[in-house]
Structure formats: structure tokens, C-alpha cells
């Protein structure tokens, strides 16, 4: 009876130790020594947990209110936000996002700042805290940066001007073939490396140290937030039944009476999303129709590779210029490619890019499915009331729409305009404009700022990289400090031209005033 009693004595130690092990006690591990990591090395660990790097913040009750998924969320992106370290100001015990304000609002939207969406209430059972949801919809509401906000604001603030931070990407993990295939888990390992946590959904039917929920037969889905793994668990040690594999998932939860777990490695789970945030002044709006929770059925049925949304530049004055920094695309599948294009100064109607130049363009290559943050590799201006297209095409995988009505097209064989939404969006920046400036706002005119006095202005025509034309106007500036100058009626625009504009003080100064425009 005695050996007995201390087996128990020295399980509930045991047991006691894990639960409240921290990463606050003094550690040569830190947020930075896991940024400067090699990110597949620790992949390759057979045991990793966040907690020792200082990123995850204490576990928090969601008392009966069916936030699950919510909690989740906010526990995720703190992880992101301390392992990215965008914020110096906050530590993994002052970092608290607010579960409440994204229950409150995925049922509860209203329109954007900008106008493009209209509010919307979600139908829904009861109040919204016990109403139910679940991850993915979490990252589609932050995705249009409603949120995430501070957990001392008031849950109904409103989310698009109270946000935190602004999140850049929405990371999906694949979990259909977790239990069957390593190759499906080391995924999942580098995005818990990579991001600091995931969220996940699985069926709960019990409190257990180490569960397999795959043995019981009944239960509720329940989203927790994964922070780590232990490949050395012996199966036997899950519980009900055991398993066949050994290692288990290192759970945080959001119930006090359990506030850390192991789900076995056989677990099935879904909606396993990281998140990647960035400071709120690195952009500073987003424009996007995609606003309503679901998505449309008809993405994953034809699966859409190629589609656009256009959008009306609404935030430059005649002080300010508005960017294009970043373009955000929803993408189904793993390790795809995916080219985004800007067109500038495209009409609204019958939208179709054959014969236009894009601004800007990038291919890259993207091992998650999500929301998937690209930024350009240069700036593209957008004129005040000017529309502009952004268009993503997939290789490998396909684009998600939205419920959402907006100017929207697909390419099937040729453009056409669809009544739901793509999952495209752009992140824009106001800066100062400069002194002097030169744009090309069309292949045929050029937009001219500068200071007083007379200036010269070049225009160049290239074809096939050989110098064709080059054409001199000066311009008097003495009462307008904006011009439009168009150009020469004989140039013809081809696939292989290409135009260049310079603006000079003098003829005999070298030295031009400001950047060259290129089109």
C-alpha cells in the first residue's frame, strides 16, 4: 500500500511539474536565440516547446462560453507576435490579445474603412459568446485587419481602428494526413518553429494528460493552441486505449482545470492556422471585398487558378501619394506558386489585361495554403480615383473566394466578371510626396511635380532595349506645381517598348532632380 501511495505521490509531482512549467524562470533560451535558430534544425528535434523561448502567455479561462476557437486565436498570434519580435514593448507576461473582441466581431462586422464591404451581422443561436465557431473564420476577420485588439480594451470597440497589429498572412497547415504521414507532421513542426504556435480544431470528449481522442466515440470539437511536441511519449501512455504511434502534440488550452496537455500524434485534426503579423504603421489600409465569414463552394469545385479584383484608389491627395506595398492572396493547397500583378488605370468594366503592362509583378513560392502576404519588390503609386486590378494566379493549388460581391473577375479561357470575391487584397502606404516628381498615370501621359521655375522634362522610347526617341519639353512651373504632359502622338506602345522619363533644373545639369518613371 505504501509503494503504492508513493507511485501516486510521485505521479502527481510529475504531473504538477509539467503542468506549471514555465518560460520565465532564468534560461539561456529567449525569443531571439529562437529567431537566429535554424528553424529546420529544431524541426528535427524529437521534443520542442515554445513555452522555453519565452513566447507563450499564460493560459487563460474561456469559463462556458464556447470561445474556443477565439482563444485559440489570441494565443496563436501573441506566440507570433513575441517570436517575431515586432513589439519590444510587450513580454510573454504583457502580451494579451483580446479573445472576446474577435468573437464579438466575427459576429458582428461592420463595413470597412474604406468602404468596399457593408457590415454585416452573422445569423447565429443565442448570444454571441455561445454561439459558436472556428478558427478559419478567426483568420478570415483578421485577415481584413478588424483586430486583432488589446485584451484591457472593451470587446466591442471597434476592431479596424482599436487593432493591435495588422496581420500580414493567415498560414494554413495541411492536417488531413497528420496521423498517417511524417512527412505531414515535420510541416506542422517547422510552422510551430517558424511562427511560435498553431491554432487546431479536434474532437473532445475528455480532461486527459495525454489523450487520443481517435478512441472515443463521442465528443465536441475544441480548438486549443499547439506549442510544441514530444516524439519520445509512449503510446501506451494515451489515453483511452493507448495508440499506435508513439509522440504526442504539446497542447496549450484555454480551461484552467487543464491548462496543458499531449494529444497523440494520431489525433485528426483541422483549421490548423499560424499567424504573421506585422506593426501597425507598416501599412495603412487594406483593400479587400472578401469580408463575410464563408466562403464560396464554387472555388474548391472548379478550383480557380487565376482571377482579379479592382478596386478604386481612394487615400492619395495632392500631398500625399498612395502605395501599393503588399498584395494578399487566399490560396488552397501546399507547396504552390503563385504570381501577383498590378495594373494601373484599368477600367472597372469588361476588366481584361492582354494588352496592358502590369506595374509590378512577383512569383514566389509558398509551402502553406492561407493568406498568403507578398510584398513587391518596388512600391507601386495609385492616383487618387484611379482604379486599379490586382491579379494572383496558382500554380499547384487554387484561389478561395468569398460570399462577397465586388468588381471581381476569373479567367476561364478569358476574363469575366463573377459575383463573388477572391480572396485578393492589397496593403497600401501614404508617404509625403517628394518635391519633385515623374509618373507615368497611362502609357500615353506623364505626371509632372515640381517647384518653381522652368524645367526639362525627357521622355525616352526604348525598343527591344534599343534607343528609338527621346523627346524635351520644358516646363513652367511658376504657377503650377503639377503638370500632365502627354506623350509624343507617333509613339506606339508594343509588348517590347518600353518608356522612360526624366526631369532636369537645366539642360546643362547632369544631375536629374528626382527619380526616373518607367513604364
Known amino acids: 500500500m505504501k509503494a503504492k501511495l508513493m507511485h501516486i505521490f510521485w505521479g502527481v509531482v510529475c504531473v504538477a511539474a509539467f503542468l506549471t512549467q514555465t518560460a520565465y524562470a532564468d534560461d539561456i533560451k529567449s525569443p531571439e536565440s529562437l529567431r537566429n535558430a535554424d528553424i529546420e534544425m529544431l524541426a528535427a528535434q524529437p521534443r520542442f516547446d515554445s513555452r522555453e523561448y519565452g513566447i507563450i502567455t499564460p493560459v487563460r479561462d474561456q469559463g462556458n462560453t464556447s470561445l474556443c476557437w477565439a482563444y485559440s486565436t489570441a494565443s496563436a498570434s501573441e ?19 483580446s479573445p472576446q473582441q474577435i468573437g464579438y466581431a466575427r459576429h458582428n462586422r461592420g463595413a470597412d474603412p474604406l468602404g468596399n464591404t457593408s ?3 452573422t445569423p447565429q443561436s443565442g448570444e454571441w459568446k455561445y454561439s459558436g465557431s472556428g478558427t478559419k473564420y478567426a483568420a478570415g476577420l483578421l485577415s481584413t485587419w478588424c483586430g486583432p485588439v488589446s485584451a484591457n480594451l472593451p ?3 471597434n476592431g479596424w481602428t482599436g487593432a493591435e497589429y495588422k496581420l500580414e498572412s493567415a ?3 495541411d492536417g488531413a494526413n497528420l496521423a498517417q504521414s511524417t512527412d505531414a507532421r515535420e510541416k506542422m513542426k517547422r510552422a510551430i518553429v517558424k511562427y511560435g504556435a498553431v491554432t487546431f480544431s479536434y474532437n473532445n ?4 494528460e495525454r489523450y487520443n481522442p481517435n478512441n472515443d466515440k463521442s465528443g465536441q470539437p475544441h480548438a486549443c493552441t499547439v506549442i510544441g511536441w514530444d516524439d519520445t511519449l509512449s503510446a501506451e501512455s494515451f489515453v483511452p486505449g493507448g495508440a499506435k504511434l508513439n509522440g504526442g502534440w504539446l497542447v496549450k488550452n484555454s480551461y484552467n482545470s487543464l491548462p496543458y496537455f499531449y494529444l497523440s500524434y494520431e489525433v485528426t485534426c483541422e483549421q490548423i492556422y499560424a499567424f504573421d503579423y506585422a506593426v501597425n504603421n507598416k501599412y495603412d489600409y487594406n483593400y479587400f471585398y472578401d469580408a463575410k465569414a464563408e466562403d464560396f463552394g464554387i472555388g474548391s469545385l472548379v478550383k480557380i487558378t487565376k482571377a482579379a479584383n479592382v478596386f478604386k484608389a481612394k487615400k492619395g491627395t495632392a500631398e500625399k501619394s498612395e502605395q501599393i506595398k503588399a498584395v494578399s492572396v487566399g490560396i488552397s493547397g501546399q507547396n504552390t506558386e503563385c504570381t501577383v500583378e498590378v495594373y494601373t488605370n484599368v477600367s472597372e468594366k469588361d476588366f481584361n489585361p492582354q494588352n496592358m503592362v502590369p506595374a509590378a509583378s512577383k512569383t514566389v513560392d509558398l509551402e502553406y495554403g492561407g493568406f498568403n502576404c507578398i510584398e513587391l519588390d518596388v512600391p507601386v503609386k495609385i492616383e487618387n480615383g484611379s482604379s486599379f486590378a490586382v491579379v494572383a494566379t496558382v500554380q499547384n493549388g487554387y484561389i478561395t473566394l468569398n460570399e462577397s460581391a465586388g468588381k471581381s473577375y476569373l479567367y476561364r479561357g478569358g476574363w469575366m466578371a463573377f459575383e463573388a470575391a477572391p480572396r485578393i487584397k492589397a496593403f497600401t502606404k501614404i508617404e509625403d510626396k517628394p518635391n519633385n516628381y515623374v509618373e507615368f498615370i497611362s502609357e500615353s501621359q506623364v505626371k509632372v511635380v515640381a517647384q518653381s521655375g522652368v524645367k526639362q522634362l525627357v521622355l525616352v522610347c526604348y525598343a527591344n532595349s534599343t534607343l528609338k526617341d527621346v523627346y524635351i519639353e520644358p516646363i513652367d512651373f511658376d504657377t503650377e506645381i503639377e503638370k500632365i504632359i502627354s506623350l509624343p502622338k507617333e509613339w506606339k506602345r508594343t509588348e517590347n517598348t518600353v518608356y522612360k522619363a526624366f526631369l532636369f533644373d537645366k539642360p ?9 518613371a518607367e513604364f
Open 119 to 121: 457590415g454585416e451581422r
Open 155 to 157: 470587446y466591442n470597440i
Open 79 to 97: 506566440a507570433s507576435v513575441l517570436r517575431k519580435g515586432i513589439d519590444t514593448a510587450v513580454t510573454a507576461r504583457a502580451c494579451f490579445l
Open 205 to 208: 470528449a475528455r480532461e486527459a
Open 171 to 173: 498560414i494554413l497547415v
Open 508 to 516: 546643362d545639369n547632369i544631375r536629374p532632380l528626382c527619380r526616373a
